[in-house]
C-alpha cells in the first residue's frame, strides 16, 4: 500500500483532525492523552522522545511508547527530537510501527535543548534539516511531519516552511512565537506569520499559541485557515477544553487518577505534575495542602490530596465564600478549570504603550537568600556553603578533542573518555585517569618471555638425562592402576 501523503494523509488517517494535543515532555502521556480524546481531542502526540537513547536504550523504548500501545490511543504521532540523520531515521524506523507518523521537534525552546543542539536551535541550519527530512521521508512506510517556531520575519518564515515541504514533510505545525519567547518574554503568538505560512505551503497545516477556549480555536481557524489547532497549556489546566466546558477541577482530576489506574505504569512524578496544573489557582490559597502535595510518595497519597482540596472547595460553596476569587480577578471561582495567564509588569508612565516583559533579576554573587531562586534555595538549605557566583566557581580547560573538562593532570591535555581512546591506541599510560595499557602490555611481555625461557630450560634439562633415567621419570609420573 502507497504511504498517504499531505491532505490525503490528514483526512484518511487522521481523520480530518481538527483538535490537536501538544507533544509535551512528561506530560503527553498515555493516560493523558486518553483523558483528552474522552473530551474532545481527536488526535495527540507523545512527549518528545530523544531519538538517540530511544535507539540505544530497549528500556526507554519500552517505558515510553512500547508499553504504551492502546487502540483507544489513535490516530497518534511520535515526536523525536534529533540533530543527526541517520540517528533520527534509526528511531523513527523503531518507532513507525506503533503510530500513524512520525514528527520532528524544530520548536523546543528551552535551555536542554540548546545544550544538546536540537529543537529550534536547528532552524537556522536549513541544509541540515532539509538531510533529516528528506531521508525519513524516503526510508519510512509512515509520514514525516515537523513543528516549527517562526522567525521574526514573516518571508523567512514562509522560506523556512517550504524547504521542509519541499524535504518532503507532509504536515506542519507552527507554532507562532519566535525563539526567544518563552517564560517571562511568552508574549503573544502571531496568527499573521500561521496564516501567511498555510497560503504559502500545499500542505496541512496546525496553529499553535494563544489557544485557551474553545472559541480561541474556532477563531484561530477561521482567521488563519489552518486543518487544526494544538493546545498544550491550554490543555494541561482544562483537558475539556476542545468540548467547549470549563469543569470542576476535581471531575477532572478524578477522571485522570481513574484513567491512570487503568492504564498502568504511569510515573508518579507525571501524575504530580497533572494535579499541579489542574488544581493551580485553588493551591494559591491553600498553601498547605500544596506542601502535602509535593510531599506524598503514592498515588492513593496524591488522591487523598486532591480529596482534601475537592472538600475545602465543596464547604467554600456551601458557605459562598468568594472572595479570594474577587481578591485573584479570576473570570470563574478558583475550583472551575481555567487558562493560567502569566503576569505581566505593570506599565510605567515613561514606558508609554510599550509592553515589557520581566525576568527575574539577576542573582548577586553574595547568593543572599532574596535573590536565588527557589531551586537554588533548597540547594542551599542542604548545603549552606554551597556557591553559586559564576566568577567564584572553578574554571575547568576544556578538552582539546571533544570540550568536556580535561583531566588536570592528564598526560594528554584530554578527557577521560578522549584519553582512554588515545591510550588504547597507542598503548600509553596516564596515571591521572587511572590507566596503565603500557604498563600492562609490558607485564604480558614479561611473562610471556619467562614463559617461553621457562620451557626452553625444561627441554634441555631433559636432553641432559640419560634414557633409563627419563624412562623411570615417566613410569613415576604415570598414574597408578586402581586395584
Known sequence: MAKLQGFEFWRKTLKEARYVVAPMVDQSELAWRLLSRRHGAQLC????????????????RRENLYSEVCEEDRPLITQFCANDPEVFLQAALLAQDYC??????LGCPQMIAKRGHYGVFLQDEWDLLEKMVSLANEKLKVPITCKIRVFKE????VRYAQMLEKAGCQLLTVHGRTKDQKGAMTGIASWEHIKAVRQAVNIPVFAN??????????????????QGVMSAEGNLHNPALFEGRSPAVWEMAEEYLEVVKRYPPCTLSYVRAHLFKLWHHTLQIHQDLREELAKVKTLEGLADVSKQLRLRCQEEIAKEKDSEDKESRLPFPHWICQPYVRPVRSRSPGEGGKRVCQKRALEDCDGSADTLSKNKQKKRSRNPKKNFCPEQKPKYIKCEQCGNPKGN????????????????KEVADCPSHGLRFKTKAEKRKAEEKEQAERSTTEVETSDRIPQPLQDSRRELEEPLPLL
Open 45 to 60: 502526540y507523545t512527549p518528545m522522545l530523544h531519538a538517540q537513547v530511544f535507539v540505544r536504550d530497549a528500556n526507554y
Open 154 to 157: 514573516v518571508e523567512k518564515t
Open 409 to 424: 593532570k592528564c598526560v594528554f591535555s584530554l578527557c577521560r573518555g578522549c584519553c582512554k581512546k588515545k591510550a588504547y
Open 100 to 105: 500513524d507518523a512520525i514528527d520532528l521537534n
Open 209 to 226: 499559541g494563544n489557544i485557551q477556549h474553545l472559541s480561541d480555536v474556532e477563531r484561530c481557524i477561521q482567521e488563519t485557515g489552518v
